[in-house]
């Protein structure tokens, strides 16, 4: 793992797109990262269709989601607006 990336705890639901935007501070450059709904229930169980349970479902992720990030900020795989996505 890459010590020098960092993920505050600041992740916030955004319904009207379907995603989970996230931050990732790499050696103080911060990157806007985001994951689908739809990758994250490929990957665990959603209670429900509630921003709490989104967000419930993001943090039991965390670890891998993390992971997944730091492996496409290494392999600078960016999208067009500069930031990491999940889909």
């Not at 990732?24 to 490929?42: D, R």
């Not at 269709?49 to 993390?66: G, I, K, T, Y």
Request: charged share 20%.
């Amino acid at each position: 793992m890459n010590q020098s990336i960092q993920f505050p705890d600041q992740q916030q639901w955004h319904e009207a797109k379907g995603i989970v935007v996230f931050p990732a501070l790499n050696g103080g450059q911060l990157i806007q990262c985001h994951v689908s709904l739809n990758f994250l229930t490929q990957h665990g169980e959603l209670v429900d269709s509630s921003a709490a349970s989104v967000l419930a479902l993001f943090e039991q992720l965390r670890f891998d989601l993390e992971e997944l990030v730091e492996e496409k900020i290494a392999n600078e795989d960016f999208d067009t607006n500069g930031d990491i996505s999940l889909t």
